[in-house]
Structure formats: C-alpha cells, structure tokens
C-alpha cells in the first residue's frame, strides 16, 4: 500500500514536499515514482528512483523537482521548487520491483491515492 501526501495550495516560485510512505512491500527493493495528471489531461511521469540510487526525471520538471527516498522509513519523496501553474496535478506515487526503469511507462506494481497540488498565478 502507499499513501500521498503532503499536497496542497501554493503560489507560482513557491515549494512543496510531497511524501510517499509503503507498507507490506520491502521497499528498499522498489525503484519508486511519481506522476501527476492534470485536468483532462493523460497522466505522466515525473519522476523515478530505483534503489540503486539511479534518478530519471522528466524535462518538465529537470532542476527543479527532486526525488528521494528514505528506506529506513519506507518514504518516497518529492521535493518541488519553483513551482508553476502547470505544475498542477493530481500527483501519484507508484512502485515497481522488476525492471526499474519500465516504471517510466507508467508500469507498476503499486500506486498511491493521489495528492492534489495547486499553483496559483
């Protein structure tokens, strides 16, 4: 199971953490990711981690979104900074244990609720 959080309302430069914390998985086995769907949009990627450390990140969000991920807390997070209004979304953390990286595809083993973040102009 993973549960979002850490969503919410902030203006256009500012901030945002958002967490992600698994259970009954061995996380520290799971490369972990984010995505986020805008309104009538299709979902994309984010942003992804795999336990060796290894970060992928969409043009998107390149230097200025943030990954990380603490295993003795079974935590993914998502540092945003700079935010803009397209950064709005509904964002969903996502896990994958086999082939990693497939998770850039939006392939895998679990997700998240969703947490909604807004950025106002």
């Known amino acids: 199971q993973l549960q979002a959080s850490g969503g919410g309302v902030v203006q256009a430069g500012g901030s945002l953490r958002l967490s992600c914390a698994a259970s009954?998985?061995?996380?520290?086995?799971?490369?972990m990711g984010w995505f986020r769907q805008a309104p009538g949009k299709e979902r994309e990627f984010v942003a992804a981690?795999?336990?060796?450390?290894?970060?992928y990140d969409s043009d998107s969000v390149k230097g200025r979104f943030t990954i990380s991920r603490d295993n003795a807390a079974n935590t993914v997070y998502l540092q945003m900074n700079r935010l803009k209004p397209d950064d709005t979304a509904v964002y969903y953390c996502?896990?994958?244990?086999?082939?990693?990286?497939?998770?850039?595809?939006?392939?895998?083993?679990?997700w998240g609720q969703g947490t909604l973040v807004t950025v106002s102009s």
């Open positions: 009954g998985i061995t996380f520290a086995t799971y490369t």
């Open positions: 996502a896990a994958r244990q086999i082939y990693g990286a497939y998770i850039r595809g939006g392939r895998a083993d679990y």
């Open positions: 981690l795999t336990p060796a450390g290894i970060t």
